[in-house]
């Protein structure tokens, strides 16, 4: 979401419980798409502050209260109560990876992504993600553990970025194998879009373009590119071999940090 609103607009706003008619702007200090997780600033004072409590400690069973705003402002400040249902459940998220996330029966609808999960005593313990929704499944609501959760969002306030992730600045998939032999394309990951403004965007990158090696590595799927970026550090200058209209190019790209501005280290 935060992403989306940065990239199209540049900005985002907000609305408070108290005044649901008036948005506020907001300053987006940083983002980690891979952890699905932002840090806002507005500026306002006197905003009451939530108890952090410790998701290390949960126990399969406790109290779980769900708050968001469910289909938008008009439900804002739903509750919703359950149990804690699993702890330390991996799922594959649409946006990142995999995580290890709170499994609730609170209720999770869409909107309540961003919300709190908290304890019987009101603390937080988790920030509300993602929800199992098929047929077949009720119930299974998903929220990242605040421990892990306030690493990422105080790595954010201090760089505006996490440190150790980097960014190209692109949207990727894989190539499937039918279309790829149709075509004759090089084994990679082909981009789907490029951030306007980013480094990727001044090295000349298009959507369309089939990367087929990063550096001295080469790329056949989505596990390579993730797992050579996660080896790179921002800062550093990387080669990106691409093939495009049945040829072959190279061009250097600096990585970022994920939701840093590209133009503060270009």
Not at 88 to 116: C, F, H, V, Y
Not at 163 to 186: D, H, M
Not at 199 to 224: F, K, M, R
């Given at each position: 979401?935060?992403s989306e609103?940065?990239?199209?607009?540049?900005?985002?706003?907000?609305f408070?419980?108290?005044?649901t008619?008036?948005s506020?702007?907001?300053e987006v200090?940083?983002y980690?798409?891979s952890?699905?997780l932002?840090?806002?600033?507005v500026?306002?004072t006197?905003?009451?502050?939530?108890?952090i409590?410790d998701?290390?400690?949960?126990k399969?069973?406790?109290?779980a209260v769900?708050?968001?705003?469910p289909g938008?402002l008009?439900?804002?400040?739903?509750?919703?109560?359950g149990v804690?249902?699993?702890?330390?459940?991996t799922?594959q998220l649409e946006?990142?990876g995999s995580?290890?996330l709170?499994?609730?029966?609170?209720?999770?609808?869409p909107?309540?992504s961003?919300?709190a999960?908290v304890?019987?005593?009101g603390?937080l313990v988790?920030i509300?993600?993602?929800?199992?929704a098929a047929?077949d499944?009720?119930?299974?609501?998903?929220?990242?553990p605040?421990s892990?959760?306030k690493?990422?969002?105080?790595d954010?306030i201090?760089n505006?970025y996490?440190?150790?992730?980097?960014s190209?600045g692109l949207?990727v998939?894989?190539?499937p194998?039918t279309?790829r032999r149709f075509?004759?394309?090089?084994?990679?990951?082909v981009?789907?879009?490029?951030?306007a403004?980013?480094n990727a965007y001044?090295a000349?990158?298009?959507?369309g373009d089939?990367?087929?090696?990063?550096?001295d590595?080469?790329v056949?799927?989505?596990?390579d590119y993730?797992?050579?970026?996660?080896?790179?550090h921002?800062?550093e200058?990387?080669?990106v071999?691409?093939y495009?209209?049945?040829r072959?190019?190279?061009t250097?790209v600096?990585l970022?940090?994920?939701?840093?501005?590209?133009s503060?280290?270009?």
């Amino acid at each position: 979401v935060i992403s989306e609103a940065v990239e199209n607009s540049g900005k985002v706003e907000i609305f408070l419980s108290t005044d649901t008619e008036n948005s506020i702007s907001a300053e987006v200090v940083g983002y980690d798409a891979s952890a699905d997780l932002a840090v806002l600033k507005v500026d306002k004072t006197g905003l009451p502050a939530i108890e952090i409590g410790d998701s290390d400690s949960l126990k399969v069973g406790q109290t779980a209260v769900a708050i968001g705003n469910p289909g938008g402002l008009q439900f804002m400040g739903s509750t919703s109560a359950g149990v804690i249902s699993g702890l330390n459940r991996t799922i594959q998220l649409e946006s990142s990876g995999s995580m290890k996330l709170i499994q609730t029966d609170a209720a999770i609808n869409p909107g309540n992504s961003g919300g709190a999960l908290v304890d019987s005593q009101g603390r937080l313990v988790g920030i509300n993600s993602a929800k199992l929704a098929a047929t077949d499944y009720e119930g299974m609501g998903f929220a990242i553990p605040i421990s892990e959760a306030k690493t990422i969002l105080d790595d954010l306030i201090v760089n505006g970025y996490v440190s150790g992730r980097v960014s190209l600045g692109l949207t990727v998939s894989e190539i499937p194998e039918t279309y790829r032999r149709f075509w004759g394309l090089p084994s990679g990951v082909v981009i789907e879009s490029v951030t306007a403004g980013s480094n990727a965007y001044y090295a000349g990158l298009h959507a369309g373009d089939v990367i087929c090696q990063l550096g001295d590595s080469a790329v056949t799927n989505l596990n390579d590119y993730r797992s050579i970026l996660s080896a790179c550090h921002v800062g550093e200058e990387l080669r990106v071999y691409i093939y495009r209209d049945g040829r072959q190019y190279y061009t250097d790209v600096t990585l970022t940090g994920k939701g840093e501005s590209p133009s503060e280290i270009a």
